[in-house]
T-cell receptor
């Protein structure tokens, strides 16, 4: 079992919809998590991190963490075509990344 | 502010040749990381440094790979001899002490070994 798992996608959503990206991790001792966005041919850029159970909101982005279920998610509200990218989940304390979910937002 | 600077951006070489990738971290950042990204395996941590000292090199795939950080503003990742399976994008990232592990990535070096 991989330490961080993500569905590779693509996840296709219409413009204006909510995109939901999911991530599971295997080490119950993991404490905190990153979400990175990577455009094709570019480097990853940090969107947000979360370390407490519950929700953390930043603009159109909401990260959700459930340590009991070992589950992290990223919600993108009012999705835009410019959100089309690969989204990487990472265990912050171990510096381990998932392979990413490709999101496509169509007009 | 200048970000993390990597060179070369693209490298095409033949199997058996030595490859050296270079990285200049963001000034003032205490941590430097080398990652490799492929479609199959995603982003893999190879090694990271704290204050120029290697902390964890368990991700370095084999002895053909070596990394150095002679000073706070420069690091190299060397592959000798290179093999086709080393073809990947190699990213360097840095982070500041007060926000350790929040990675600021360079643009990457795309390596193709023929």
């Amino acid at each position: 079992q991989k330490e961080v798992e993500q569905n590779s996608g693509p996840l296709s959503v219409p413009e204006g919809a909510i995109a939901s990206l999911n991530c599971t991790y295997s080490d119950r001792g993991s404490q905190s998590f990153f979400w990175y966005r990577q455009y094709s041919g570019k480097s990853p850029e940090l969107i947000m991190f979360i370390y407490s159970n519950g929700d953390k909101e930043d603009g159109r982005f909401t990260a959700q963490l459930n340590k009991a279920s070992q589950y992290v998610s990223l919600l993108i509200r009012d999705s835009q075509p410019s959100d089309s990218a690969t989204y990487l989940c990472a265990v912050r304390d171990k510096l381990i990344f998932g392979t990413g979910t490709r999101l496509q937002v169509f007009p | 502010d200048a970000g993390v600077i990597q060179s070369p951006r693209h490298e095409v070489t033949e199997m058996g040749q030595e490859v050296t990738l270079r990285c200049k971290p963001i000034s003032g950042h205490d941590y430097l990381f080398w990652y490799r990204q492929t479609m199959m395996r995603g982003l893999e941590l190879l090694i990271y440094f704290n204050n120029n000292v290697p902390i964890d090199d368990s991700g370095m795939p084999e002895d053909r790979f070596s990394a150095k950080m002679p000073n706070a503003s420069f690091s190299t990742l060397k592959i000798q001899p290179s093999e086709p399976r080393d073809s990947a994008v190699y990213f360097c990232a840095s982070s500041p002490r007060d926000r350790a592990r929040e990675l600021f990535f360079g643009e990457g070096s795309r390596l193709t070994v023929l």
